[in-house]
């Protein structure tokens, strides 16, 4: 079983940057999928990116795509989400999640079976 914590949320103007970091311990790292999905109070988990578990293969949710990059490096067990060009709109509490690699990524939440406590990202406009 695989415990998540994600770090590296804060307070950005609009079109700034941060570098989300969803650290893995617990588990063999390699063998997940990981997923970011991000909530606002009131409103469903959007899914914003997904990783397999070499790093070979990548989806994104259409709100993000070319501003937002996810990548792993599988020594540090670690999965990151570089966030570029933000927007007021992209202020959620952002989760990493983590399934298996043999049931493999996905962009609907309840696919995963491990998530984190979330970090929150504050976009000032």
């Known amino acids: 079983q695989v415990q998540l914590v994600e770090s590296g949320g804060g307070l950005v103007q609009a079109g700034g940057s941060l570098r989300l970091s969803c650290a893995a311990s617990?588990?063999?790292?390699?063998?997940?999928?990981v997923g970011w999905f991000r909530q606002v109070p009131g409103k469903e988990r959007e899914f914003v990116a997904a990783?397999?578990?070499?790093?070979?293969?990548?989806r994104y949710g259409d709100s993000v795509k070319g501003r937002f990059t996810i990548s792993r490096d599988n020594a540090k067990n670690t999965v990151y989400l570089q966030l570029n060009s933000l927007k007021p709109e992209d202020t959620a509490v952002y989760y990493c999640?983590?399934?298996?690699?043999?049931?493999?990524?996905?962009?609907?939440?309840?696919?995963?079976?491990?998530w984190g406590q979330g970090t929150q990202v504050t976009v000032s406009s």
């Open positions: 990783i397999n578990w070499s790093g070979g293969s990548t």
């Open positions: 999640a983590a399934v298996w690699f043999i049931k493999g990524y996905s962009s609907t939440s309840q696919a995963y079976d491990f």
């Open positions: 617990g588990g063999t790292f390699s063998s997940y999928d």
